[in-house]
Structure formats: structure tokens, C-alpha cells
């Protein structure tokens, strides 16, 4: 079968249109055709080898949703017609300590869905059915694909780190990962503030679930929020003075990165060590907590705010998200 893909030719090039036979359908494979695909920041990272790992031709795309067209012999918990999701990890061997207790993300033999594979900025995906997550009837498409990436990376930190109810969360960052962090941290009864460097972006985040909101444009307001917060998420890419990010955190705070600053961290140890501040990081999550988040979304209505674009408007769309206009997650639309 012939894939209709758009792939990056070299590092920082626009997307081509681009094609590829996949590969022949293993019994524990689905054949996915592609409704829809979120644009999240790491594609960008992986357009622009950022990391130094990309492979080119390179086709971006990890937030996928779409309807199991073909299922290998060994598929089991998944039919043709059925909708599901796939996120940034696209296999697990589910036979070591970490996937038999579904943390299948630390698996030694994990293999992502755009590294050395092709991704989902196209019609269709030959992929591992263990990483197809069924998605519930509630939640519409274009929402819902944002969850498979941005969504796990802000819900797994906040449920390991115990937020909830008399829990004071701060959200560096009101983009796609952001936006998601705001809705399950109000949802899971914290009082949560939104850090963000757009003012304009205000009346969103208390749309959202934030009940207070931390312009950092602002010259002096983080140092001014000092000791206020429990918890904080960080969702930016960019550097930033974090050792006053991490004294806005009351004692016994903890600081968790899901996005790594360019130059590093660059931290006081005197910061961390008074008020016995944690500095924590936390990378997608397994597929006990992907179920457990869509189900949570689902229930709760937590759903990503989109701007949907055709697949074949994809450059628009990713130069959209790279200069932070995307309100709040750019999701890429197949032709039905
Ligand atoms: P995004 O939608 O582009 O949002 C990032 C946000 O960062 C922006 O909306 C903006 O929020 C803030 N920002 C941008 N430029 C800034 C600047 N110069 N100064 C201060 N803030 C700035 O990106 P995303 O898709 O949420 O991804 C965010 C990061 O998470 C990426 O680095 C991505 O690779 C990483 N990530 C990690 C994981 C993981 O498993 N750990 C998973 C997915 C993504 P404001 O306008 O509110 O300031
Ligand atoms: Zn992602």
C-alpha cells in the first residue's frame, strides 16, 4: 500500500509531499487511516533537528487519530472501524517489569512513532496496535487528537505528583501542552494559575480553569510570586531564570520540566535547598495512565481548544504553531 505523506527533505525545510510503501501488515500491527493529526512542538524540534537524532526524509505527526482500516491476526483488543489514537510512542515489547506494570514509556525496546518511522502528516499509518489507544465515544476528533501527546505529558505528572484538591499549580506556558495542563489541573480540584509570557492570552486561560494569571512580561512579576505555589508545571522551550521560578514555590514545592531549555537549567542549589524544593521531569507516560487520562478527559470534558487547517495546507499550519499563534493546538484534517 502506498502512503500520501508530507515529509521535511532536510533540516528547517518546508514539507513536501512525499510517498512510501508501507510496510506488509505484522499480526500485531493496525493499518490506521489518518482523520486527524495534531501539530505539536516537537515536530518541530524533529523538522528542525533540534535534538540532533532526526532522520530525513522526515514525516512529522504524533498526535493521530483515525479508523483502524486493517488488523494483524494477533490484534485482539482492536477492529477494523474502529477509532483510536496514537501518540509519541509506537511500541512496547510488554513483557518487561515496566510494561507488565504500564510503564510501558521506560520499556528498554520502546520505539517512537517519527523516529526512525514515519509519522502521522499523512493519509495512513502501518503501526503497532499495542500503542493504539481506543478513543471514547465522547470526545470529538480534532479535540481528541492532542491528548495522544500534549494531553499524557501534562496529566501523568500532575496524577504522580498527588495534585488535587488544596494543591496550588502553576503552568509555565499556554500553548498546546499548556492549555491541556490548565483543564486537568482545575479538573482535579487544584487552584491553578497560568505563567505565561501573553497577556493576551489572559481571558483564555481563565476560561480554562485558571483562577489567577502570572504575565511574565510584567518586569518583577515572578520575583513578586515568591513562595505562592506547590507545584509548577514547565511546558517552554525557552530559557528562563529559573531559580526564581523554583522560590515561587512554597516549602516542600516541586518544580517539574516536560520541556527542556535550550542552555539547561542553570539553578541556585541555595534556591532548592531552602524550603526543600524538588526538581522533578517527567516524559509522556505509559498506557495504564493514556487510558486512565483519556477516560478522565472524557468524563470531565477536557478537550484541546483546535484550529483545524486540510492536510495539504501542513507549512501554514506548523509556521502557525512555531510563532506561537496557534490558539491553541494547530490539527491537521484529512479529506474524509
Ligand atoms: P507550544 O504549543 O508551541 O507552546 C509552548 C509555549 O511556550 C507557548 O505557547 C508560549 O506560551 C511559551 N513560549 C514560547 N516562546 C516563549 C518565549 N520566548 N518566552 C516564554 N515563553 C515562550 O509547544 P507545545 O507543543 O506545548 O510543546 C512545548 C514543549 O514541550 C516542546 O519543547 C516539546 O518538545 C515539549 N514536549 C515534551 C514532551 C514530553 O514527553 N516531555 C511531550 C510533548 C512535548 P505563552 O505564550 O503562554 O508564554
Ligand atoms: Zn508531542
Not at 514515519?118 to 476528533?141: K, R, W
Not at 496550588?168 to 487544584?190: D, P, T
Amino acid at each position: 500500500m502506498t502512503i500520501a505523506a508530507w515529509a521535511a527533505p532536510k533540516a528547517r525545510s518546508a514539507l513536501e509531499p512525499f510517498s512510501y510503501e508501507a510496510a506488509p501488515l505484522e499480526a500485531g500491527d493496525v493499518e490506521i487511516r489518518i482523520s486527524h493529526c495534531g501539530i505539536c512542538h516537537s515536530d518541530l524540534h524533529l523538522i528542525n533537528n533540534d535534538w540532533g537524532s532526526s532522520r530525513y526524509p522526515l514525516v512529522p505527526g504524533h498526535e493521530i487519530v483515525g479508523t483502524v482500516a486493517r488488523a494483524g491476526m494477533a490484534v485482539t483488543h482492536l477492529k477494523p472501524g474502529q477509532r483510536v489514537g496514537v501518540g509519541w510512542q509506537r511500541y512496547s515489547c510488554g513483557e518487561c517489569e515496566y510494561c507488565r506494570r504500564g510503564e510501558d514509556n521506560f520499556c528498554g525496546r520502546r520505539q517512537d512513532t517519527c523516529v526512525g518511522h514515519h509519522g502521522g502528516f499523512a493519509s495512513a499509518i502501518v503501526t503497532p496496535a499495542c500503542q493504539a489507544f481506543p478513543i471514547p465515544e465522547a470526545l470529538d476528533s480534532a479535540a481528541a487528537a492532542p491528548l495522544l501527546c500534549a494531553g499524557i505529558t501534562v496529566f501523568s505528572p500532575l496524577k504522580r505528583h498527588g495534585v488535587g484538591p488544596g494543591t496550588r499549580v502553576g503552568v509555565i506556558g499556554i500553548g498546546g501542552l499548556g492549555h491541556l495542563g490548565l483543564q486537568f489541573a482545575a479538573k482535579l480540584g487544584a487552584e491553578v494559575t497560568a505563567i505565561s509570557s501573553s497577556p493576551d492570552k489572559e481571558a483564555d486561560a481563565r476560561r480554562l480553569g485558571a483562577s489567577g494569571f502570572l504575565d511574565t512580561s510584567a518586569a518583577g512579576a515572578v520575583q513578586k510570586a515568591r513562595a505562592s505555589l506547590d507545584f509548577i508545571l514547565s511546558t517552554v522551550y525557552v530559557d528562563l531564570p529559573w531559580s526564581d521560578y523554583l522560590r515561587m514555590l512554597r516549602p516542600n514545592g516541586k518544580l517539574c520540566f516536560v520541556a527542556a531549555p535550550p542552555s539547561g537549567l542553570g539553578l541556585s542549589a541555595g534556591a532548592l535547598i531552602s524550603g526543600q524544593r524538588t526538581l522533578v521531569g517527567s516524559g509522556i507516560g505509559g498506557s495504564a495512565m493514556i487510558k486512565e487520562m483519556l477516560v478522565f478527559a472524557a468524563g470531565h470534558g477536557v478537550t484541546a481548544r483546535v484550529e483545524t487547517r486540510p492536510m495539504a495546507e501542513v507549512n501554514g499550519a506548523v509556521q502557525r504553531a512555531a510563532r506561537n499563534q496557534a490558539r491553541y493546538r494547530m490539527v491537521l484534517v484529512n479529506p474524509a
